[in-house]
């Protein structure tokens, strides 16, 4: 007696590739989480067809080489999830939207392709904190903006130490050795 698996399995892993593009269709960043486009032929191929796809549309999500992409304009830039054809548009577009919103906070308002190059450690550090490995890990755009800065999002108090920068840890430490000596 055999057991037939469901066509439809949940699976964590939702997003196959983030990629932001210039109004001119050049790569800004590209993760691909997915073996789909294994070369870097094949993935700049894969974002021209996008860009080619969505430059003109007035759309949030389209369909291209059987999967489901959600994106966002802003200013110069472009900005994708590419997911599977079952995956629930809605939870990649909630993605996108965070890590936008974050972006938002940490280049102050200026989602850009400027501000993004400037600032591309934040950038990515952002998109890791949104997406790990394909998965989805954070939904709320102000964690993920205060884990990039490293402030706690909910009262503004102390970082773990096991979560510090040394200079953090430094900072920390001067600060109690200041308030010891004043007492």
Known sequence: ????????????????AV??????????LAKYYSPDYPSLK???????????KTKKLNSEIVLLDNQVIVYKNSHDVFIYFVGTMDENE??????LQSF??????LLGGQVEKR?????ADLVFLALDETIDDGIILESDSTQIAARVTKKDANDGSS???TEQTIAQALRQAQEQFTKSLLK
Do not use: C, N, W
């Open 115 to 119: 501000s993004i190059l400037e600032s």
């Open 42 to 52: 094949e993935q700049k191929v894969f974002e021209k067809a996008l860009f080619d």
């Open 19 to 28: 990629i932001v593009l210039d109004s001119e269709g050049k790569r800004l």
């Open 1 to 16: 007696m055999s057991h037939k698996h469901p066509a439809h399995t949940l699976q964590l892993y939702t997003t196959k």
């Open 90 to 95: 809605l939870i990649l577009m909630s993605a």
């Open 100 to 105: 936008y919103e974050a972006l938002s906070m």
């Open 159 to 161: 970082i773990p130490l």
